[in-house]
């Protein structure tokens, strides 16, 4: 398989524990995007990595959130003492740099939801 | 600050006919994707537009931008059931020296009906 993996597809958790997600992307795609999507809602921009380096933090990812790539391949998303308010579909896409465009290829996504 | 619009936000349509979806964004970006999402899945890639003027088809989709109006059209032409879905709009800024992220429109369901 060639895409775009997410592990899981789905996690139910408790308000107040940690919750961790797992992207791989397509192998020879450089560039990882993490996106959150609440119902009735485009995704929305949390982080992206190019290799192992996070250029670019949005203002959603608070202090609870984190995103690793150690090593430029697989990446992690870590959020710490969940509330009910992220609650929502996570999403990881990947491109590959020096095309003419950044076309992003997506996963299947993780569905959290937080009791 | 980037803004992406759609509109329609909701769109029945019946199988057969015509219909256009609009995507208007706020700042200068050359570059404008169309996305798919069936309920409960993840975004299907449609189409990449990168210039003034552009216009791509498949199937019953065509897709065209117009940079100078802040502009992408998505038309659909004799709409069938497996067309029904969400459509996104997104644009990015890299171009300009921005951001790599993609930002997205709240996207347009689309109900075609026997």
């Known amino acids: 398989d060639t895409g775009v993996s997410q592990d899981p597809r789905h996690k139910i958790t408790k308000r107040g524990q940690n919750v961790t997600f797992r992207c791989d992307p397509i192998s020879e795609h450089n560039r990882l995007y993490w996106y959150r999507q609440t119902l009735g809602q485009g995704p929305e921009f949390l982080t992206y990595?190019?290799?192992?380096?996070?250029?670019?933090k949005s203002r959603l990812l608070s202090d609870r959130f984190s995103a690793e790539r150690p090593k430029g391949s697989f990446s992690t998303l870590e959020i710490q003492r969940t509330e009910q308010g992220d609650s929502a579909m996570y999403l990881c896409a990947s491109s590959v740099q020096g095309e003419s465009y950044n076309e992003q290829f997506f996963g299947p996504g993780t569905r959290l939801t937080v009791l | 600050e980037l803004k992406v619009e759609q509109n329609p936000l909701f769109l029945s349509m019946q199988e057969g006919k015509n219909y256009t979806i609009y995507c208007n964004y706020s700042t200068t970006s050359d570059r404008l994707y169309w996305y798919r999402q069936d309920p409960g899945k993840s975004l299907e890639s449609l189409f990449v537009?990168?210039?003034?003027?552009a216009v791509k088809q498949e199937g019953r989709l065509m897709a065209s931008l117009d940079t100078k109006a802040r502009l992408s059209t998505l038309h659909i032409t004799a709409a069938v059931h497996d067309l029904s879905a969400t459509y996104f709009c997104a644009v990015d800024k890299s171009l300009q020296g921005g951001s790599e992220k993609l930002v997205f429109g709240k996207g347009t369901k689309l109900t075609v009906n026997p």
């Open positions: 537009l990168l210039s003034n003027g």
């Open positions: 990595f190019q290799n192992e380096a996070q250029l670019e």
